[in-house]
């Protein structure tokens, strides 16, 4: 599975953005999804995730109820919606394919290039 995250870009406090994952290679379907983001000078950490069969998400605090995430496996992507945008939200935005059975997913098998997401206040 390849990845292609886009839609970063330059917003402004209490803007929203879509971040875009194109996934290619078979079985997409059958992965579960996830996003994450690397802060400026700290450490990867997890933002949301979404099982294959599109029936659960998983969200870390920070973002819950502010940012979406979805798939169209039709299509092979996955979405994530960030709405009321905060500067500490300003990262490098990576998705991610998962084969754990677990939920949420612990580990993960592919990662995509990051997308930069910067939010000015």
């Known amino acids: 599975v390849q990845l292609q995250a886009s839609g970063g870009g330059l917003v402004q406090a209490g803007d929203s953005l879509r971040l875009s994952c194109a996934a290619s290679?078979?079985?997409?379907?059958?992965?579960?999804m996830g996003w994450f983001r690397q802060p400026p000078g700290k450490e990867r950490e997890f933002v949301a995730a979404i099982r294959w069969s599109v029936s659960s998400t998983y969200y870390a605090d920070s973002v819950l109820g502010r940012f979406t995430i979805s798939r169209d496996n039709a299509k092979n992507m996955v979405y994530l919606q960030m709405n009321s945008l905060k500067p500490e939200d300003t990262a490098v935005y990576y998705c991610?394919?998962?084969?754990?059975?677990?939920?949420?997913?612990?580990?993960?098998?592919?990662w995509g290039q990051g997308t930069q997401v910067t939010v000015s206040s």
């Open positions: 290679g078979r079985a997409f379907s059958t992965y579960s």
């Open positions: 991610a394919a998962s084969r754990d059975i677990r939920w949420p997913p612990i580990n993960y098998d592919y």
